[in-house]
C-alpha cells in the first residue's frame, strides 16, 4: 500500500514537474518559433529583394548596351556629318572662286557690251570683220603683186577693226582744226569713254586729243575712238587726268 502511494505520489510530483517545466520552457519555445518565423518572411523578403535586384541589374545592362550602340551610331553620323561639311565648305570656295571670276568675266564683258553699244557696233559685226581678215590672210600666197595688194587690203581692214574696237594706234595722232571746241554731252565713269557733240561736220578726225577744261581750268584730255556725222565718242587719257570729266565740260583744240 505504501509502494503504492509512493508510486503515486512519484507520478504526481513527475507530473507537476513536466507541467512546471511546459510553463517555463512555453515562452522560449514560442519565441523560438517567432524568430524562425521571422527569419524565414526575412529570408523571403531579402530573395524577393535579391530578385529584383537582379531584374533591375539585367534591365540596366541591356540599357547600357542599348545606350552604348546609340552612342556608337551617334558617332558615325557625327563623323559623317562633319565629312559633309567639310565637302560642303570645299565646294562653297569653290564656287566663291567661281563666282569671283564669273562676275570679272562679266564685268569685261559688260564694258565690251558698252562700248559696242556707243560705237554702234554688234558682235555680228565684229565676227564678219574677223572672217574677212582670215579670208584676207587665206589669200595672201600669190604674187608679190598680188600680196602687196592682199597686204595692204589687210592693214586698211585691220585699221577699220581697230578703229571700231576703239584701239587705234595712239601715237599715230592727227591735228585737228585749230579753235575746234566742243562739250562732254554723256559719260561713263566706270570704263573711261565720254560723247561729245561734235564729229565729222566740225573736222573731229579719229586719234585726235583734244584737252577737257571746266571754269577755265585743266580737267584732263581724251583720244577720239569713234567719230559719227555730228558726235563723237573718246577715251579719257589716265596720264592726264586731273579731275573727274563730267557733262557739261569743254573740250577744245
Do not use: H
Not at 524565414?40 to 550602340?69: F, I, V, Y
Not at 583734244?210 to 575712238?225: D, E, S, T, Y
Amino acid at each position: 500500500m505504501l509502494l503504492r502511494i509512493c508510486l503515486i505520489v512519484a507520478i504526481l510530483g513527475a507530473g507537476a514537474v513536466v507541467a512546471v517545466n511546459f510553463v517555463m520552457v512555453k515562452p522560449a519555445i514560442e519565441t523560438v518559433i517567432g524568430q524562425r518565423n521571422d527569419e524565414t518572411t526575412a529570408k523571403k523578403d531579402a530573395q524577393g529583394k535579391l530578385e529584383k535586384t537582379q531584374r533591375l541589374l539585367t534591365t540596366a545592362s541591356n540599357t547600357l548596351t542599348t545606350t552604348t550602340k546609340t552612342l556608337a551610331a551617334t558617332k558615325t553620323e557625327l563623323d559623317a556629318a562633319k565629312n559633309k561639311a567639310q565637302a560642303l565648305e570645299a565646294t562653297n570656295t569653290d564656287l566663291a572662286e567661281g563666282l569671283k571670276k564669273t562676275t570679272a568675266n562679266n564685268e569685261k564683258l559688260q564694258q565690251q557690251m558698252n562700248q559696242w553699244e556707243i560705237l554702234n557696233l554688234t558682235p555680228s559685226n565684229i565676227v564678219a570683220l574677223q572672217e574677212r581678215l582670215k579670208k584676207v590672210t587665206a589669200a595672201f600666197d600669190g604674187s608679190e603683186g598680188e600680196r602687196q595688194l592682199i597686204s595692204a587690203k589687210l592693214k586698211d581692214t585691220q585699221d577699220e577693226l581697230d578703229r571700231l574696237r576703239g584701239t587705234n594706234n595712239v601715237d599715230q595722232v592727227p591735228p585737228l582744226p585749230p579753235g575746234l571746241k566742243g562739250q562732254v554731252v554723256a559719260v561713263d565713269p566706270k570704263f573711261g569713254f565720254v560723247i561729245l557733240n561734235i564729229g565729222e561736220d566740225k573736222g573731229v578726225l579719229a586719234n585726235g586729243i583734244m584737252m577737257v577744261a571746266r571754269g577755265g581750268n585743266l580737267i584732263g584730255k581724251v583720244q577720239i575712238a569713234r567719230v559719227d556725222k555730228t558726235q563723237s565718242v573718246a577715251n579719257i587719257l589716265p596720264a592726264w587726268r586731273r579731275g573727274e570729266v563730267m557733262e557739261g565740260d569743254e573740250v577744245l583744240y
